[in-house]
């Protein structure tokens, strides 16, 4: 038999699958979704089984084997393998990088060399060619005859050639193998002996002599339970040594066990009964109950309001999908991978739970993943990735907080979740789930374009299979969305007010403090930088490297560039007209804090940055101190404005709505109005009504309206007329090719070509631009341009944009005419990444 491997090389040369004999030996072992070693190039590398047939393409004879087997059990499935195989095609990837995004790091093995001493040399020590005093034999025998070859040249650096001279003269064997970066955590533990009445018989004649040793003997005799030996050894206050002494004479038994580590091991969680559902969540549940029930495909985009009891319905649903033992993913945005999330899901499903984020260790993630790949957990609840959960029928996705940018990866495979969710839903006849109260456009429309005669780009996740809108447009228990307030900061500088804090603003904390309620304060840092700059003349630090301000951190009064890591002193003097007059501008959230503190003497703030969360748990931390009330205000970046919910956060102030307006992003107003919409929704969740308070210079934006009035028809209204006009998503589809080198003439000559390649290509097969004919069907190709970062770590970006509406095939398009620009050794002269439905224009 013949396996089709692709090797793990992520180029376009090596982006095919190679053929290779299965030895016998591993024949019924290999399996589609296999990983494997095999030769390549004159290197051993690791690779997945992507098909196995019978015969080979190629001459059989020249076929060489697999090398080795790497796990037992495969660790893609056929039907995740066809999944990569549609990841690559559609955001144009290798193969083996999408299929590399599917299995947890921790597999991700790195070649290793072995030696061994052939067996006629280990017999017959004249035989070799080698002094017998040679350091490293000597070494080699001592460990049994094998040692991994890096280590052996680590010791004896000097040996290198006598070493590759016993290795030409086959006296040494050489065997590449790829280890795991991590294996199975092993623990040593103790078990009661098999045989209690001898032991129990022995202990009554032993001699006093061993009193610990039988103690230990005596405590496995009561305790039938096995005990991880270092646990027994510090019960009893003392050594593993003599736990082993008993061993040997046969009281108990020592073995090892895997470890499984479980992230949440040791926290109850309080198991909760479904809710009685209100009659808006009930008529949401019916519909998906119903669809679940007839697994086939569907998708439906849940429209519900902040606080309108999304979550319930939810954890509803899936139990109605594990009846029919099938199982559900629910992916949520990393951010919003809170404590008290997870606590909800684990709390009606205890360990059937499996949980992914990127704040476990690779060690943690890999046995949560076997949990889920082993049938020991029937729900995951993870970040993006958490999409590839190795379910073998799944019945429900679920995303949550669905118009989340997070959900894009930005490295290759820069994969949307949503799309590969509905891709794989179809495989198995799940259900989707996209759930927000601030849908993204290419969602909303999707849903309802054909009830309302939209005519869209028509190919979104939502699209495929026409998308059913489910709204729930009130919050349960009849309470009402917070009132909002905008402040025109315009108004207040007129007024004499310099503080970053509006006197609206300023009341409402004050009268938070006096009833003992909390706020939570966000410094919308989207587009914000605070950076240095000289008041004589205008000069802003700049990254040497990149073309960006520089960040100012005040801690160590350093420079940092965010792109590269290059920092430097603080400047005393502007390097360019010599002025004092130069100082940091923007409002950290630092600033916000030491503001706050001078403002309201002995007011207890948490602080979540990315400065304040760098460390593991510290999220969580912080947030469980919030609940318990130790503090009166949790002041944040994004990242409190996401799923939170504490029933004494009255107050929420917005310090400066408007930074993200004004990106160079299409996006922009509605990333401002889905921010604000969400941040709002923290208030008043629970008896206590809550009030928001935003600080804007641009009160009149219709983002800010809209926000404002908890209105998002209008929002999406007003939006849809700006991309219509612009001819933006969700009217067209985009794809981004970025271009970058050290040499400026390169990027932009090549992207000349790119972009004239492109061109030809469409003509050639008919397609038109969106300025001819009718405009349902076109393709345009725009620059090359600079990108909005001109350079990045020295090295010069330039970009083109595709910009498409129908069946056009403009991915494969683009690989025509990435191929042509290709030299011989199948690669552009510069470095191309492309990015299919951008969400970062940036
Ligand atoms: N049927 C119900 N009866 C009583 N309380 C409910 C019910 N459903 C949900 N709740 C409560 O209402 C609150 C809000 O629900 P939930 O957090 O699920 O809202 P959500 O729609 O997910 O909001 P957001 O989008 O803001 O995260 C929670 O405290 C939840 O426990
Ligand atoms: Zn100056
Ligand atoms: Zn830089």
């Not at 198995?428 to 309302?452: C, D, I, K, Q, Y």
Request: with cysteine.
């Amino acid at each position: 038999m013949i396996a089709r491997v692709i090797v793990d090389v992520p180029s376009r040369a090596t982006d095919r699958p190679f053929d290779y004999a299965i030895p016998d030996a591993m024949a019924g072992w290999v399996e589609v979704g296999s990983r494997v070693g095999v030769p390549f190039g004159g290197r051993v590398l690791q690779g997945f089984v992507v098909g196995i047939a019978p015969f080979a393409e190629v001459d059989a004879r020249k076929l060489k084997p697999v090398a080795e087997l790497l796990d037992h059990l495969p660790p893609l499935s056929p039907d995740l393998v066809e999944l990569g195989q549609w990841i690559a095609e559609k955001y144009c990837c290798p193969l083996t990088t999408a299929l590399q995004a599917m299995i947890p790091s921790a597999l991700k093995g790195k070649a290793d060399s072995v030696v061994r001493l052939s067996e006629d040399a280990a017999a017959e020590p004249d035989g070799l060619f080698v002094a017998e005093e040679e350091p490293w034999l000597r070494y080699l025998r001592q460990q049994g005859g094998e040692a991994r070859l890096a280590l052996l040249q680590e010791r004896f650096p000097e040996a290198a050639a006598s070493v590759k001279a016993a290795i030409g003269r086959g006296t040494l064997e050489e065997r590449v193998s790829i280890r795991d970066r991590l294996a199975v955590r092993k623990v040593l533990t103790v078990y009661p002996s098999e045989d209690a009445d001898a032991v129990r018989a022995e202990l009554a004649n032993a001699s006093a002599r061993a009193a610990k040793q039988r103690e230990a003997a005596q405590y496995m005799l009561e305790h039938a339970e096995p005990i991880p030996l270092a646990a027994l050894a510090q019960a009893l206050a003392t050594t593993t040594g003599t736990i082993r002494g008993a061993e040997a004479k046969g009281w108990l038994a020592i073995r090892e066990t895997e470890q499984r580590r479980d992230p949440y091991a040791g926290r109850g969680f309080g198991k909760t009964a479904p809710l009685r559902l209100t009659e808006g969540q009930q008529a949401v549940y019916d519909e998906l109950a119903k669809a679940v029930d007839d697994a086939s495909p569907r998708v439906f985009l849940l429209h519900g309001v902040t606080g309108s009891g999304k979550t319930e319905v939810y954890l509803q649903a899936i139990e109605r999908c594990l009846k029919d033992d099938r199982q559900a993913i629910v992916l949520v945005p990393e951010i919003a991978l809170t404590p008290q999330m997870v606590e909800r899901f684990k709390g009606r499903f205890g360990d059937a739970v499996a949980v992914l984020h990127s704040r476990l260790s690779s060690g943690e993630r890999y046995d949560e993943w076997r949990k889920i790949r082993e049938g020991r957990a029937e729900v995951a609840v993870g970040a993006r990735s958490a999409v590839f959960a190795p379910f073998k029928r799944i019945g429900l996705i679920i995303i949550d907080e669905e118009h989340e940018s997070s959900y894009k990866q930005e490295e290759s495979p820069k994969y949307h979740a949503r799309d590969v969710a509905v891709r794989r839903a179809n495989q198995h006849g799940a259900v989707v789930v996209l759930g927000s109260a601030t849908p993204s456009l290419e969602s909303f429309v999707a849903a309802t374009a054909s009830r309302g005669g939209l005519e869209t780009a028509g190919e979104g996740a939502a699209a495929k299979r026409g998308a059913s809108l489910l709204p729930m447009p009130d919050r349960v228990a009849g309470r009402p969305l917070p009132k909002v307030h905008v402040v025109d900061m315009r108004d207040e500088l007129k007024d004499g007010n310099r503080s970053m804090f509006s006197r609206q603003l300023h009341e409402g904390l004050l009268r938070r403090l006096e009833r003992g309620e909390q706020s939570v304060l966000l410094l919308n840092r989207r587009g914000y930088s605070t950076f240095v700059m000289c008041r004589s003349c205008g000069y802003t630090a700049q990254c040497p490297h990149c073309d960006i301000s520089l960040t100012y951190h005040q801690k160590s009064r350093a420079l940092r560039c965010h792109y590269c890591g290059h920092a430097e002193q603080e400047p005393k003097a502007c390097p360019s007209c010599e002025s004092e007059h130069i100082r940091f501008f923007g409002t950290g959230t630092q600033r916000v804090e030491e503001e706050l503190a001078k403002l309201f003497p002995g007011i207890r703030v948490i602080r979540m940055d990315v400065d304040t969360t760098t460390e593991k748990g510290s999220h969580e931390k912080w947030l469980t101190q919030f609940g318990n009330r130790e503090a009166d205000v949790l002041l944040g970046t994004q990242m409190v404005a996401k799923g939170l919910d504490f029933p004494y956060v009255t107050l929420v102030g917005v310090i400066a709505a408007d930074t993200s307006l004004h990106l160079p992003d299409f996006r922009a107003a509605e990333k401002t109005f889905q921010l604000l919409t969400q941040v709002a929704g923290r208030a008043g969740r629970h008896e206590l009504p809550g009030e928001v308070i935003v600080q804007t210079y641009n009160p009149e934006h219709y983002a800010i309206v809209s926000a404002r009035h908890h209105d998002y028809a209008s929002f999406v209204r007003e939006e849809l007329k700006h991309r219509r006009f612009m001819a933006y998503p969700p009217f067209c589809r985009l794809i981004l090719v970025t271009l970058s080198h050290e040499q400026l003439a390169l990027v932009i000559g090549e992207g000349e070509k790119l972009a004239g390649a492109l061109r030809d290509l469409a003509r050639a097969a008919g397609i038109r631009g969106s300025d001819e004919g009718d405009g349902s069907r076109f393709m345009d190709v725009l620059g090359p341009v600079a990108s909005p970062i001109p350079r990045m770590k020295d090295r010069y970006r330039f970009q083109c944009m595709l910009k498409y509406r129908g069946n056009v095939g403009a991915a494969d398009l683009l690989q025509q005419a990435i191929a042509q620009l290709a030299g011989t050794n199948g690669q552009p002269p510069v470095t191309m990444s492309v990015d299919v439905d951008p969400q970062m224009i940036l």
